[in-house]
C-alpha cells in the first residue's frame, strides 16, 4: 500500500459512516413528515392525541377526525377533513356535546354557542381557533398551536367541534361600519364572528374511546 492508498482509505471509511448517518436522517425526516400528514385519518402518530373529534356534515357522512393533543402549556390540534366547499369556514369549538343534524333550529343549533367559560366576546373564547381553509378539491389539512383552551377543558365539559359555511370575522368589525345606527360589531358579530349556518359537527370525546 502506497502512501496515497493509506490516506484514502480511512477516507472512504469515514464518507461511508457518514454518508450512512445522513440517510438515516432524512429517512428519519420523511417518516415524522409522513406521520403529520396521515394524523387525520388515525394512523401511528409520534405523540398519540387524548381528545378527537370525529367530525359528521348534515348527512351523517363522516368527514375526518380533528386531534387534540397537549404540549407544554398549549393544546395542538390537528386535522385532515374532507367533503367540504373551497375556502375559508369558521371552525370551533361548541359548548354542548349535542351534533344534531335534524335540531329545530337548524342543524347542529343544539351544540349551543362557544365554548365560552369566561364570558368573553368572540375571538377571546376558549373554543375560538383559526379558521379551517378547504382547498378546491374539498380537502382541508390543518395545524394549529393554541393556549386558549386547555386539555383539561376537552376532556372534562362535554363539547363539540363545528365547522361553519362561511369564513369568521372574528368580531373584527371596524366603527366606520355602521348597521342600524350602531357602530361596529352588533351583539350577533361579537358572539359568532358571522360564521354562518353549521355544515359539521363532531362531538369531543377521549381519544381511548372508540
Ligand atoms: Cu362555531
Redesign the pocket.
Known amino acids: 500500500m502506497n502512501y496515497k492508498q493509506k490516506l484514502i482509505l480511512p477516507m472512504c471509511a469515514a464518507f461511508l459512516l457518514y454518508g450512512c448517518n445522513s440517510a438515516d436522517d432524512s429517512n428519519e425526516a420523511d417518516n415524522n413528515a409522513e406521520d403529520m400528514t396521515t394524523v387525520g385519518q388515525g394512523t401511528d402518530t409520534e405523540v398519540d392525541p387524548q381528545v378527537k373529534a370525529e367530525v359528521k356534515d348534515v348527512e351523517g357522512k363522516t368527514l375526518g377526525t380533528v386531534n387534540f393533543t397537549a404540549e407544554e402549556n398549549s393544546v395542538v390540534i390537528e386535522t385532515a377533513l374532507e367533503g367540504l366547499e373551497p375556502g375559508y369556514h369558521?371552525?370551533?369549538v361548541?359548548e354542548n356535546a349535542a351534533c344534531e343534524a335534524d335540531a329545530k333550529d337548524g342543524p347542529f343549533t343544539t351544540?349551543g354557542?362557544?365554548f365560552n367559560p369566561t364570558d368573553e366576546t368572540h375571538s377571546k373564547h376558549a373554543?375560538d381557533m383559526p379558521p379551517l381553509y378547504v382547498k378546491e378539491d374539498g380537502t382541508a389539512k390543518y395545524t394549529a398551536t393554541l393556549d386558549n383552551m386547555t386539555i383539561d377543558q376537552l376532556k372534562k365539559e362535554e363539547l363539540a367541534v363545528?365547522v361553519?359555511a362561511n369564513p369568521?370575522n372574528f368580531a373584527n368589525i371596524p366603527d366606520r361600519y355602521e348597521a342600524n345606527g350602531e357602530k361596529g360589531p352588533d351583539a350577533d358579530t361579537l358572539k359568532?364572528?358571522d360564521?354562518g349556518d353549521?355544515q359539521a359537527c363532531g362531538i369531543v370525546v377521549s381519544a381511548e374511546a372508540k
Do not use: E, K, V, Y
Open positions: 369558521g371552525f370551533h361548541h351544540a354557542g362557544h373554543g363545528i361553519h369568521d359568532t364572528g360564521a353549521r
